[in-house]
Nanobody, 124 residues
Framework: QVQLAESGGRLVQAGGSLRLSCAAS????????MGWFRQAPGKEREFVAR????????TYATSMMGRLTISRDNGKNTVYLQMNSLKPEDTAVYYC?????????????????WGQGTQVTVSS
């Protein structure tokens, strides 16, 4: 089992950057692929990015391609999401999640553990 805690969300102006962090506690962080998802008010939870256990394999949401970098530090039990050129439509609660599926997934139903989320608000 793993517990997840996101941080780094805040109010930022359009065009700005943020780095979100997700700290994991518990055993065997390396055995989990990790994902980031977001949910805006009145909308479904949507995939943002995922990374496999080693950090070699990554996938990004097409709508955000080129503005994101996902990474992980297994020594620190932490996964990061760097977001650049932020837009007002990126405003949402951002969640990290863990799955034992080898390469992770873009489907939120395939993740076993979730953090509480961190609010990102982008002003125009």
């Amino acid at each position: 089992q793993v517990q997840l805690a996101e941080s780094g969300g805040r109010l930022v102006q359009a065009g700005g950057s943020l780095r979100l962090s997700c700290a994991a506690s518990g055993r065997d962080f390396r055995s989990y692929a990790m994902g980031w998802f977001r949910q805006a008010p009145g909308k479904e939870r949507e995939f943002v990015a995922r990374i496999n256990w080693s950090g070699v394999s990554k996938t990004y949401a097409t709508s955000m391609m080129g503005r994101l970098t996902i990474s992980r530090d297994n020594g620190k039990n932490t996964v990061y999401l760097q977001m650049n050129s932020l837009k007002p439509e990126d405003t949402a609660v951002y969640y990290c999640a863990a799955t034992r599926r080898a390469d992770g997934s873009s489907r939120y139903t395939e993740y076993d553990y979730w953090g509480q989320g961190t609010q990102v608000t982008v002003s125009s």
